[in-house]
């Protein structure tokens, strides 16, 4: 993951335009921001918004105009709709979080989708099975206090490959899934 504090050029209910220092990595599709973002606070982690590239151009001076489609609670998920399982309620709420597969030694680092205190959602382009044992830390509020917790992989939900612009030069990006992981464990009990 890279992290930039940028300014917008424009906002609306739907997108954002923003000038990156940066050139976007050819396959990159998604970002989560922090907006309005509070500089005062720059060292705690706030909670982020997930958004889609939509646009990106160069600008004379070096910099590049990308433009953001947000993904608010009213627009449609990009991942296919299937019957709500879990039982617990959760908070839909994008934080980076930790997980790897029980016995490897490195975390990837994403993001959450939602997350509840009986299991959580997030988004991956690495492969994931049913019943894989994982391990997975949310470094925020009271969920960093409980360390890595034990989970089990309940459910994928794989999205569809998504096309940039056709003069984009890496016209496809990766595909992301969508995996719902629940909690088990002593750890788990104590959130």
């Not at 989970?151 to 999205?159: H, K, L, P, Y």
Request: hydrophobic fraction near 45%; glycine fraction near 6%.
């Amino acid at each position: 993951m890279r992290l930039e504090v940028t300014e917008t050029v424009d906002v609306s209910r739907e997108g954002v335009l923003l000038r990156s220092k940066e050139d976007l990595d050819a396959g990159m599709s998604r970002a989560w921001m922090v907006f309005p973002f509070d500089s005062a606070e720059i060292d705690a982690i706030e909670p982020e918004t997930a958004a889609r590239v939509v646009r990106i151009e160069r600008v004379g001076d070096g910099t590049y105009r990308v433009g953001l489609q947000l993904e608010t609670p009213h627009r449609a998920p990009a991942f296919p709709l299937v019957t709500e399982r879990r039982a617990s309620q959760r908070v839909a709420l994008c934080l980076p979080i930790f997980v790897r597969l029980d016995g490897a030694p490195w975390p990837e680092e994403t993001m959450t989708r939602d997350f509840s205190r009986a299991g959580v959602k997030f988004e991956t382009s690495r492969i994931f099975r049913i019943g894989d044992a994982v391990r997975a830390k949310i470094p925020w509020g009271e969920w960093a206090e409980a360390g890595e917790i034990s989970g089990r992989v309940a459910r994928v939900e794989t999205g569809e490959r998504e096309l940039l612009p056709a003069a984009h030069p890496a016209r496809h990006t990766a595909i992301f899934s969508a995996v719902a992981v629940k909690w088990f464990g002593r750890k788990a009990n104590l959130l």
